[in-house]
């Protein structure tokens, strides 16, 4: 599966910004989908997950927990990122991933959060 990450930009704190993925293939709907960022200087750290299929089931990490929200759309093998309430320390390159038997990642897209 091949997967290309969009929708990255500049906002402000306090903004929102909803960020894609797209994937390639027939069989999106078998994968787990994750988030993951990393800001410069700093490891690439988990962001959410969403359960293959539909999508019912979905993890946070503690520092976005109740300002993102996951989602997938099937139909259109996409994955998306909704981000709310938005902070400098979200500033980092995103990245999608699909996993299944194996993890499949995506070029990031850089969100910049000024203060």
């Known amino acids: 599966v091949q997967l290309q990450a969009s929708g990255g930009g500049l906002v402000q704190a306090g903004g929102s910004l909803r960020i894609s993925c797209a994937a390639s293939?027939?069989?999106?709907?078998?994968?787990?989908m994750d988030w993951f960022r990393q800001a410069p200087g700093k490891e690439r750290e988990f962001v959410a997950r969403?359960?293959?299929?539909?999508?019912?089931?979905?993890y946070y990490s503690d520092s976005v927990k109740g300002r993102f929200t996951i989602s997938r759309d099937n139909a259109k093998n996409t994955v998306y990122l909704q981000m709310n309430s938005l902070k400098p320390e979200d500033t980092a390159v995103y990245y999608c991933?699909?996993?299944?038997?194996?993890?499949?990642w995506g070029q990031g897209t850089q969100v910049t959060v000024s203060s």
């Open positions: 991933a699909a996993v299944y038997d194996h993890v499949y």
């Open positions: 293939g027939r069989t999106f709907n078998n994968y787990a």
């Open positions: 969403i359960s293959s299929r539909s999508g019912e089931i979905t």
